[in-house]
């Protein structure tokens, strides 16, 4: 759970926090465990964000947790389709990146699957 290390600087960590030109953050929050992570992007602007990259520490899958913009919530349910995969373009000093759409005034949680999830979605 990430509240173990809420305290401790191994349970945050930028991504990038200087994107004030499109007004986006995004940060990671990890559990005790530092493969148990999720990844979190925030969209400050009412301007979509197309093919937006975010670098991340694992390849992989990465499932949409939670979109502030699904249609749940009143949004105008813009995302990602509930995940995407990694991309081999080093972005933000991280070996791996994440081309996502970012909806507008939105928050995106994303989370790595791992074990029998991951080749559950890959077959």
Wanted: with cysteine.
């Amino acid at each position: 759970p990430l509240y173990e290390v809420d305290f401790k600087q191994e349970g945050f960590e930028w991504i990038d926090f200087s994107d004030s030109e499109q007004s986006v953050l995004s940060f990671i929050r990890r559990a005790e465990d530092p493969e148990d992570f999720l990844v979190f992007v925030c969209n400050f602007t009412p301007v979509p964000r197309y093919k937006y990259m975010v670098g991340v520490p694992e390849p992989g899958f990465y499932r949409e947790l939670l979109n502030s913009d699904s249609a749940i919530y009143g949004g105008s349910d813009m995302g990602n389709l509930g995940g995407v995969e990694t991309v081999d373009d080093s972005v933000h000093g991280r070996p791996c990146s994440l081309e996502i759409t970012l909806p507008p005034l939105s928050v995106l949680i994303l989370k790595r699957e791992t074990g029998w999830q991951a080749n559950r979605l890959a077959s």
